[in-house]
């Protein structure tokens, strides 16, 4: 199907025209079609609008009539890989296979928050039943349960076209928990964005759910973006990118007369460290496995492993001349977008004035115009931490080796680092218990420590947590991966002294649900009995 | 034994001396001895470094050690009642019986926590065990659960001197978390809490808590309260109070390098709405039950209804009248503070010039320094929706009537409010099933919405939501009340590949603790089996 380079307000299309936005194919540097108008601030505000007056009834839908959508957009996604892949790897240039894989990520992470749903024990559904009889005072019913916050504000990632875009993981969680989504379409891929964009609205119409549920917009982020951020109506915003338009969300969000739950996942250098007893397995391997973790995806991932502490030993050597190897004889790695290869460039020059350049990859003349030549530092741990501008991320496939003449250098390097998504520990298991400080370290910097493993690649599961302390994200307390994610986009309602019949389903005597409740602080999926209710 | 006067900080007393405050007794306008010496700027940044000393600590130890230790502080607590009582009294005038209650409800609220982290299930540990055969990818082992934060800074409040102070609900919730604690103490009770404070002191020693799980300091807000906020190893703020101080904190808190959490409980008018049954049964009820809730210890809840819709109809006149008559032959009430007095006089007298004053109880020669003669203002419908400030909070024993000529501007005036802690519905049973609008427009409005109830008196359980969207407090998604409040102080906290044995204990394949838990998204208290774990 064509596409038509307008916004989705509501069940209709943008009219208006605002200025107009190419995206750029990364491999030529040239504009593709169609061009994207940008939304005006009057369309902007009438999708708020809609999906102001669609959140009561989105609120009045019940776990299974919203699992039913969830499922059915993931349908129509899968559908319509084909078209999305084909447009996306001209707007991002990422590999098909990577592509399809990211295609597959996003209907599984709709399918498992429709399952989450479904089931519906999430809500947190808790019941003191009245004790008339109590002294000195009688205890009234009191039972509560989670409900929508309103609308959302999401903004799509440059990085993840589709997994963290327009039908992406902040989308998801925010329609399962029934809070109705007006995205910011990221500029660097609209062409993917209109056509997750089209599913999601066939969806709507297919499964009855109220106009505004889903709008998606064009525009810069400084006007679209931060216009929705201030609306009134908008009610939370969930934004995945930089540490400066982050934080720049954080504080309109703040600054509101009525300030608003803000959930951006931002930046991080996802430290490894390695144990000394690392190297005396397989250094080879060792190398061969962090190599492919900070080029990953050309090195654009949120969790590439940008820090490499390490104390010398035997072993080591061989360890730094593959990954030295690897990095010289790699090919030119493409890279999203002109301004996050020029980003690269910049940073990585001046990078080089700050830290030896162990290791580069040839220039090549073929080489994609958006692209980056792989790079390694390695850098004395006293340098390091004199210089707080070698603890900050480089988004695109290089990492610092910083050498640690010690355990003791090693922790003061943990102890110096910012909030992380990530913290990583190599080495022999039995190494492990000797390092308790450590651990104890990374817990308090990181949302996710991993043994043996490389932070690339994130779950979407139950116990999966995307998130840590500021700045990786602006609060600790969520996760943006992971059945857990819903929880930004809720908050406890409690109903005193109401008739069985008007309380929610959730909260009823029966139990009509079959959920798990919390009743008098124990946890069942037991009917209350009219005696327990008196 | 003898109040000393000085800020705890960690194990010591303050040495140094800020300026003096003395409490007053609000009966007489005098004050009390002894005086109060502020904390310094050292002495506050001292107490914050020994509370993020103790963060790593507390978060080692294990809930059942952290129960003893918060039972612990109950005893000492209730042991020290008549000495709590009796300088309580002094200091906020309020009547001995409640002040007995509230030191029981304080020292429940330690025992609730202690029982909740005892039985340790609500840390919402997730297990999504490897699967290492999964296609095209092996799912490595993944498991999370509740972390706490790290130093949270506690504002007491000036309402209830034991229950939401020194050791109230928010110390309460955050040492459950495994958070050390600084509270800032109010300045209208020092002596209950420097009670309260020696109470905490001692417990701490006995079961050999790490020195800074919890300081106390006094001074202005100002100056000790900012500076607690600003203070880069802080890493949440737990307040009550009113908006201007809250929203104070709120942007200090958000305008902080790191950005924290910063959960601030503030104002609300809890409104009220009368169905056009309500006046059949029992008017003079009513009447009586609204009257005492809105004078409830002199109206100075944050709970206080203090906007009562109704439409006229059988039976309002008596209902009106009943009303007028309580307030009209109302004893003098007592308030809090010289401030709160003031501040009464002024906004009663203001509000005189916007509504009508339907009653309003005598001046008497007799009446103590700091108190309030009860009012009752009544206003149409129209002219309060014209009125922005006639739907702001009055601290004390005052309520406004708002007369509605129909349900369509009951829902009107609903739809105007702000964010509220509670909404309340009156009326017969069958009559609230016609009312669905109403019952969805108070759902976005209010943290708990009561029926046939009257919002003062918060109970302390599992289900109570003691919350509101903005302005009632800074984050809807949380609770000061019940416990759920302790998710305001944790994090979750993932751990990837991690050998059985350096796990947290709740975490454990075994689980030694006992825990429910998600294991692959299913409930459950079964230990992992080793073929699972594979």
Not at 177 to 195: F, L, N, Q, Y
Not at 350 to 373: F, G, H, Y
Request: net charge negative.
């Amino acid at each position: 199907m064509e596409l038509i380079g307008r916004s989705f307000i509501g069940n209709a299309r943008g009219q208006e025209g605002g200025p107009l936005l190419h995206a750029i194919n990364p491999l030529t540097g040239e504009p593709l079609s169609p061009a994207y108008a940008a939304a005006t601030a009057a369309e902007t505000a009438h999708a708020v609008e809609l999906a102001a007056a669609a959140a009561p009834q989105l609120a009045q839908t019940n776990g299974k009539q919203r699992a039913h959508f969830l499922r059915h957009v993931a349908d129509g996604l899968q559908e319509a890989m084909p078209e999305l892949v084909a447009r996306a790897q001209l707007e991002t240039a990422l590999p098909v296979a990577r592509l399809q894989g990211e295609t597959a990520r996003t209907c599984g992470q709709l399918r498992l928050f429709a399952s989450l749903i479904e089931e519906g024990s999430w809500v947190d559904a808790r019941i003191d039943p009245a004790l008339p009889d109590r002294h000195p005072l009688p205890r009234p019913d009191l039972r509560s349960m989670m409900r929508p916050l309103g609308p959302v504000a999401v903004f799509g990632a440059s990085n993840f076209p589709l997994a963290f875009s327009a039908a992406g993981g902040d989308t998801a969680s925010a329609l399962a928990a029934g809070c109705p989504v007006v995205v910011k379409a990221h500029s660097a891929h609209p062409g993917t964005s209109e056509i997750v964009a089209r599913v999601l609205a066939h969806s709507i119409a297919a499964c009855n759910m109220p106009e505004g549920t889903y709008s998606l917009l064009y525009g810069a982020g400084a006007q679209v973006g931060t216009a929705l951020v201030r609306h009134p109506k908008i009610q939370a915003v969930a934004f995945t990118g930089s540490l400066h338009g982050g934080r720049a969300l954080m504080d309109a969000a703040a600054a509101r007369p009525q300030p608003i739950p803000c959930f951006t996942e931002m930046s991080g250098v996802n430290p490894v460290f390695l144990l000394p007893g690392i190297f005396e397995h397989d250094p080879v391997q060792l190398a061969e496995g962090i190599y492919n973790s900070f080029t990953l995806g050309s090195g654009q991932f949120c969790t590439k492993p940008g820090l490499i502490f390490f104390t010398p030993g035997a072993g080591c050597e061989r360890f730094l001349a593959r990954l030295r190897e690897l990095v010289s004889s790699s090919q030119p790695w493409p890279l999203l977008t002109p301004a996050i290869a020029g980003a690269y460039q910049s940073c990585s020059q001046l990078r080089a004035t700050q830290a030896e350049r162990s290791a580069q990859a040839e220039a090549r003349d073929d080489a994609p115009a958006c692209s980056a030549r792989a790079q390694l530092f390695h850098v004395g741990v006293k340098q390091y931490l004199a210089e707080p501008q070698l603890a900050e991320e480089i988004f695109g496939p290089t990492t610092l080796l910083v050498e640690c003449p010690n355990d003791a250098s090693m922790i003061e390097a943990a102890t110096a680092l910012h909030g992380q998504l990530t913290a990583t520990i190599l080495g022999p298991a039995q190494e492990l218990a000797a390092h308790q400080q450590l651990i104890a370290l990374l817990e308090a910097k990181a949302g996710r420590i991993l043994f043996n493993g490389f932070p690339t690649g994130v779950e979407v599961c139950h116990a999966m947590v995307h998130g840590g302390p500021y700045p990786s994200t602006s609060d600790a307390r969520f996760t943006s991966v992971g059945t857990r994610a819903i929880y930004r986009f809720v908050r406890p309602v409690c109903f005193q002294g109401f008739p069985d019949e008007q309380l929610p389903e959730e909260l009823r005597n029966g139990n009509p649900c079959g959920i798990l409740r919390l009743v008098d602080g124990v946890s069942t999926r037991e009917a209350i009995l009219p005696k327990t209710v008196r």
